[in-house]
């Protein structure tokens, strides 16, 4: 009998210790939650888990959405054991990134690559690191007009090139990934490393399968994972171990590219943005708090590189799906080619005015893809009053870019392909500040004119001499991404282009 007893006693005090420690766990928690500052509601957090189990790996951005209309368009997570603050609709974002642009500029963490970049280059950098080097490259890429030719005549010329690969394919069906990788990344390869690639090229083509790698890695649950638990993910293998190898990849073309800038230089006249950097190094040599170093110097050039490659070549496959799924709007924007452009000469920026309903047809693809649809965590930069909230510093921000892109308070029919949603009743091209998909604010893309010119360019001179077709009936293509992460990258299809 004692002996049952003494059992039953052991078993009921094992109880009560798993109970009270789960208690003090929870407690533990909801102090932690609470301790700081005034934040806005969200879901009750599980120890560890946070509130994972809210969230749909595979589609983390629609989870945010359906939160967003429970909690409102400002409410709190927690992604693992972190903290975040997850703003949803074009006027959160507005408010929080534009007029409190100062207070949200920061980055915040990335874990799956900060093993890598370490807060070096523009895309991850804060404080004076990122102002400085934000400035620089801005400044930098807009004088681009260096040496024989400006960035509109150098997309003009890769187009050509382009051209020539898909008359090549003689009207059969053929996947236009590769060639759209090909000619968009010579674009920054022009302006980065001073000149352009041939497609057929073995290193550059192994820099591109590295940064398309990359990205369909750091869109996979694994990455999710990593950036939500690195502090026991970095130990354990998986894909997020992939990302650090393609970086270090990638990393060591770069080192190799400044090598061979360093040993040719000129300073009176620079080749490329290396060029460029390399004599600004220089300059403040003597400079102790410089932020013109060679490691400053790699990780942009890897910024601007992987950035500059895959965004436009996606939103091109995209704009080729909704062209062939959408036959009625591909006329349109052929009739206004041939009205405005004609066939004598090439396309140039300067046509865009004319040709509204083509931009409103660039526009609206950009809108509906969602092509980068949380875009990159920012992060408070100081404690900030908002929307009645107390956010202390170094609070991560999550902006969902696809909620203002969606937002159905500035788009009529968000989840319909429609060019009239930046059209006026008289056809006239019109702006929408909900438009969004280079981010807003102080941490908007540094290459979005850029971007925007050649997405204008690219797909007019396609356009000009090809029609596009698919073997599907339009009803049957599916614009659907393949995954739905980081980016929203594209489905694999195939085409017909048939010359003019």
């Not at 700081?36 to 560890?48: H, I, K, N, Q, V």
């Not at 359906?66 to 703003?87: C, D, E, I, N, Q």
């Not at 981010?439 to 908007?444: D, L, N, P």
Request: aromatic share 12%; net charge neutral.
């Amino acid at each position: 009998m004692n002996a049952h007893f003494s059992l039953f006693t052991m078993e009921l005090e094992w109880v009560l210790s798993i109970s009270l420690g789960i208690f003090l766990v929870l407690i533990s928690v909801w102090t932690w939650r609470h301790k700081e500052g005034r934040f806005p509601p969200g879901p009750m957090p599980l120890p560890f888990f946070g509130n994972l189990l809210q969230l749909n790996p595979k589609d983390i951005p629609k989870s945010f959405l359906a939160l967003s209309h429970k909690y409102g368009p400002v409410f709190t997570l927690y992604l693992g054991p972190r903290r975040v603050v997850v703003l949803c609709g074009h006027e959160a974002l507005k408010e929080a990134l534009v007029d409190h642009g100062e207070q949200f500029c920061g980055r915040g963490e990335v874990p799956s690559v900060e093993r890598m970049f370490k807060g070096f280059g523009i895309a991850l950098a804060n404080g004076e690191r990122w102002k400085k080097l934000r400035h620089f490259s801005l400044l930098t890429l807009k004088n681009f007009g260096m040496g024989k030719c400006s960035i509109e005549e150098r997309i003009q010329e890769e187009a050509q090139f382009l051209l020539e690969k898909f008359r090549k394919t003689e009207g059969l069906p053929f996947d236009p990934t590769f060639l759209l990788n090909c000619t968009t990344s010579n674009i920054v390869c022009s302006i980065v490393f001073g000149k352009r690639f041939e497609y057929e090229d073995k290193t550059f083509l192994s820099m591109l399968d590295l940064t398309n790698k990359m990205f369909v890695e750091l869109s996979t649950p694994w990455a999710k994972l990593y950036d939500m638990y690195s502090g026991i993910m970095q130990y354990l293998p998986g894909g997020h171990k992939r990302v650090y190898n393609f970086l270090q990849d990638l990393k060591a073309f770069i080192d190799d590219r400044i090598r061979i800038n360093q040993e040719t230089l000129d300073p009176k006249n620079p080749r490329d943005f290396i060029d460029c950097f390399l004599i600004e190094m220089e300059k403040e040599k003597g400079n102790p708090s410089t932020e013109f170093t060679m490691n400053n110097l790699v990780f942009t050039a890897i910024n601007l590189f992987t950035a500059g490659t895959d965004t436009v070549s996606f939103t091109l496959k995209y704009a080729f799906l909704l062209l062939m799924k959408y036959p009625e709007v591909a006329e349109k924007v052929k009739q206004e080619i041939d009205s405005v452009v004609g066939h004598n000469r090439v396309p140039a920026v300067k046509d865009r005015i004319n040709m509204p309903y083509t931009n409103a047809v660039i526009h609206e693809t950009q809108r509906l893809i969602d092509i980068f649809p949380v875009g990159v965590p920012h992060k408070v930069t100081a404690d900030t009053e908002f929307r009645g909230y107390l956010l202390p510093k170094d609070t991560n921000i999550i902006a969902v870019l696809g909620s203002a892109l969606h937002d159905p308070k500035y788009f009529r029919d968000p989840k319909i392909f429609n060019p009239a949603h930046f059209l006026d009743e008289e056809g006239h091209f019109k702006k929408n500040d909900a438009f969004v998909p280079f981010s807003t604010g102080k941490r908007s893309c540094v290459g979005e004119s850029m971007a925007r010119m050649e997405l204008f360019l690219y797909l007019t001179t396609i356009l000009q001499s090809f029609s596009l077709k698919s073997s599907l009936a339009p009803n049957d293509i599916d614009i659907s991404p393949q995954l739905n992460g980081f980016l929203n990258i594209p489905p694999i299809f195939q085409l017909c282009l048939i010359p003019h």
